[in-house]
C-alpha cells in the first residue's frame, strides 16, 4: 500500500538554528499537507502544497512540494522555543476514494534553548 | 465556529471488553475520519465516512468498525478489546476528505489493562 517516509524522526537544535524535514511518498499525490502537533496536543493543519514544483512560506516556515509530486520539505529559519513539537507531513489515500490520510511518522523537533 | 468533539477524552477498560467513541465534527462538514496514534506506528487511518456511508478502510482488523449518524456525528467502536489497543484515537472532520484541511479533535485516550 500507499507509503509515506519522513526523516529525521528526532532533530535536536540550539533555539536560533534552522531545522529542515524531508518527506516522500511512494506514490504520486494529488497533494501533501503538513500539520504540526504540540506535546499532549493533536495535529493543526499548517498547509496544503498542490503544484508541481509548488513553494508556500509562512513567516519562517517554507514549504516545497517536489517536481514529481512525491517529495516534500519544510524548512523553519531560526528557530524559537514555540516551534517545538512534531510535524507530520499527510497525503491523500492512495485508491479510487482517496478518502483519509497517510501520514509520515512525524520529525519530533527538540530546541535546547 | 465550534471545532471538532470528541467524548470521552480518557477511557481505561479491560481486556476482552468493548468501547464506542463518540466523534461530533465542524457544523457543515460531512466527511470523518478516525486515526490511531501510537508512539510506535504513528498516526494510522481507521476508517472515513462521509453523509453516513463508509467510503475508505486502513489496514485494521474488523473488530475495528464506526457508523455516522445524519447529522454527521460518528462513532468508532473497538471490540474484544486487546492490550495493543492502547492509543490516542482522534477525529478529524474536513470539508472534502483527503483533498482540504482536517481538523482534529483533542482526542480520546484508551487505556487497556
Known amino acids: 500500500g500507499q507509503q509515506v517516509m519522513q526523516i529525521p524522526q528526532y532533530q535536536h537544535v540550539q533555539e536560533g538554528e534552522d531545522f529542515t524535514t524531508y518527506c516522500n511518498s511512494s506514490?504520486?499525490?494529488?497533494?501533501i499537507q503538513w500539520y504540526k502537533q504540540r506535546p499532549g496536543g493533536h495535529p493543526v493543519f499548517l498547509i496544503q502544497?498542490?503544484?508541481?514544483?509548488e513553494v508556500k512560506k509562512q513567516k519562517r516556515l517554507t514549504f516545497q512540494f517536489g517536481e514529481a509530486k512525491k517529495n516534500s520539505s519544510l524548512h523553519i529559519t531560526a528557530t524559537q522555543t514555540t516551534d517545538v513539537g512534531t510535524y507530520f507531513c499527510?497525503?491523500?489515500?492512495?485508491?479510487?476514494?482517496?478518502?483519509?490520510?497517510?501520514f509520515g511518522k512525524g520529525t519530533h523537533l527538540i530546541i535546547q534553548p | 465556529k465550534a471545532g471538532v468533539t470528541q467524548t470521552p477524552r480518557y477511557l481505561i477498560k479491560t481486556r476482552g471488553q468493548q468501547v464506542t467513541l463518540s466523534c461530533s465534527p465542524i457544523s457543515g462538514h460531512r466527511s470523518v475520519s478516525w486515526y490511531q496514534q501510537t508512539p510506535g506506528q504513528g498516526l494510522q487511518f481507521l476508517f472515513e465516512?462521509?453523509?453516513?456511508?463508509?467510503?475508505n478502510k486502513g489496514n485494521f482488523p474488523g473488530r475495528f468498525s464506526g457508523r455516522q449518524f445524519s447529522n454527521s456525528r460518528s462513532e468508532m467502536n473497538v471490540s474484544t478489546l486487546e492490550l495493543g489497543d492502547s492509543a490516542l484515537y482522534l477525529c478529524?472532520?474536513?470539508?472534502?476528505?483527503?483533498?482540504?484541511?482536517?481538523?482534529f479533535g483533542q482526542g480520546t485516550r484508551l487505556t487497556v489493562v
Open positions: 506514490t504520486t499525490l494529488s497533494n
Open positions: 502544497l498542490v503544484k508541481s514544483g
Open positions: 478529524a472532520s474536513s470539508f472534502m476528505s483527503g483533498n482540504t484541511e482536517a481538523f
Open positions: 499527510a497525503g491523500p489515500n492512495s485508491g479510487g476514494g482517496a478518502d483519509g490520510l497517510t
Open positions: 465516512y462521509f453523509s453516513e456511508t463508509q467510503r
